[in-house]
């Protein structure tokens, strides 16, 4: 199958989603500026271990390969061995992301004993003070130690995880150093304006001329680096750079929260992209192939103003989230849109236009540090 095929297909919707994210809970030790979700307390309507399970046994049976197991912070949850051990026992591989301050050593030789498992490190600098600017004081140590002990048990090749920012963008070597001194894989994403990183966006996402160059090193290295396709936006610039390509929100990647209701990617928990809840008649096969968002998101999308842009099918648009966010069309340009056309559409939209998450489970909020992040 060709790759515009298979593109195409994808665009129409599977049978079962590729990529499952699942935040197990919104419980977190940290309070990341720019988390998605906006994590910190745990809801008391957090599916139970018994309803997690469940879940899984039905992803099984849809043959789901793998899932991505994320908060929040997952390894607070006491039943998070118990939960991804019956993934596994389900033939359903586990990716997870934690901020590693529940891998110590008895927990990394714990999970260096699981087969199907993946570890994914977050990271935001390749030093304290740019990392825990954005992530809090301490935990750029917390993540050197947890690497250290899942090197030392003999983990093999985990995933150091890095959303790039304009403060850590001329870091992209040293991690990619970092990485390879554990033997490690190098993750980056994009910054999304969600959850708390609608407030700490303007702040923090990378420039024009920033995107230029996380575009360059990406060709130079993308082979060797993972980013979970979330930079296809850069595509406009010129030569594509690997992966699908595309939004595959209610497509191939959907999003399940802590308290089992499911939204159309990771990136946009608001209530226009929630599509059903796991507990609901049908449970998540009813949501995923049933409900009415992702039957609307599956039909062929405008190309509304990008339409007579020569770049479109490049980019395709851009991302969803990041748009929606920021209180630009769906059918608009990206706000980062390497042609400028979504820069100078932000200032035109009234701030009463811009919506806000949905859900907050933030703790009582932390300062952004100025020091570093409002040079």
Not at 4 to 33: F, R
Not at 141 to 149: L, P, V, Y
Not at 189 to 206: F, I, K, N, S, V
Not at 291 to 313: K, N, V
Request: glycine share 10%; proline share 4%.
């Amino acid at each position: 199958m060709s790759s515009h095929s298979l593109g195409q297909q994808m665009k129409q919707g599977l049978d079962a989603p590729i990529c499952l994210t699942w935040e197990l809970t919104y419980a977190c030790n940290l309070a990341c500026v720019h988390c998605l979700s906006s994590s910190g307390q745990r809801d008391d309507r957090e599916l139970s271990t018994e309803q997690a399970k469940a879940v899984l046994d039905e992803l099984a049976a849809l043959q789901v390969f793998y899932i991505n197991i994320g908060g929040g912070e997952p390894m607070i949850r006491r039943d998070f061995f118990e939960i991804v051990e019956h993934s596994i026992a389900n033939n359903i591989g586990v990716k997870f992301s934690t901020n590693g301050a529940f891998i110590d050593k008895k927990n990394a030789e714990r999970l260096t004993a699981m087969d199907y498992l993946d570890i994914q490190i977050s990271l935001d600098g390749t030093d304290a003070i740019t990392n825990d600017a954005v992530r809090g004081e301490g935990s750029f140590d917390t993540a050197i130690r947890a690497m250290d002990n899942l090197k030392a048990a003999g983990f093999g090749q985990f995933k150091i995880s890095v959303v790039v920012t304009r403060h850590n963008v001329d870091q992209l070597d040293e991690f990619k150093a970092l990485a390879d001194s554990y033997g490690a894989q190098l993750r980056i994403t994009r910054l999304r304006p969600a959850g708390r990183g609608a407030d700490t966006w303007d702040e923090l996402h990378p420039t024009n001329a920033q995107q230029r160059q996380i575009y360059d090193w990406l060709l130079a290295h993308g082979e060797n680096v993972l980013t979970g396709d979330s930079f296809f936006h850069l595509n406009a610039f010129g030569e594509s750079l690997p992966g699908l390509n595309l939004c595959g929100a209610g497509r191939v990647v959907c999003l399940i929260d802590p308290i089992g209701d499911v939204y159309a990617c990771p990136f946009v928990i608001h209530d226009t992209f929630k599509a059903g809840n796991v507990l609901e008649d049908g449970g998540f096969t009813h949501v995923w192939r049933e409900s009415d968002l992702f039957t609307e998101l599956r039909e062929p999308q405008s190309a509304g103003a990008c339409a007579s842009c020569g770049a479109f099918d490049a980019c395709q648009g851009g991302c969803m989230a990041a748009k929606f966010f920021t209180g630009l069309p769906l059918d608009g340009p990206d706000p980062e849109c390497v042609t400028g056309h979504g820069e100078v559409l932000l200032p035109s939209v009234p701030v009463s236009l811009v919506p806000r998450p949905s859900m907050d489970h933030s703790k009582p909020a932390r300062t952004l540090i100025k020091s570093k992040v409002s040079t």
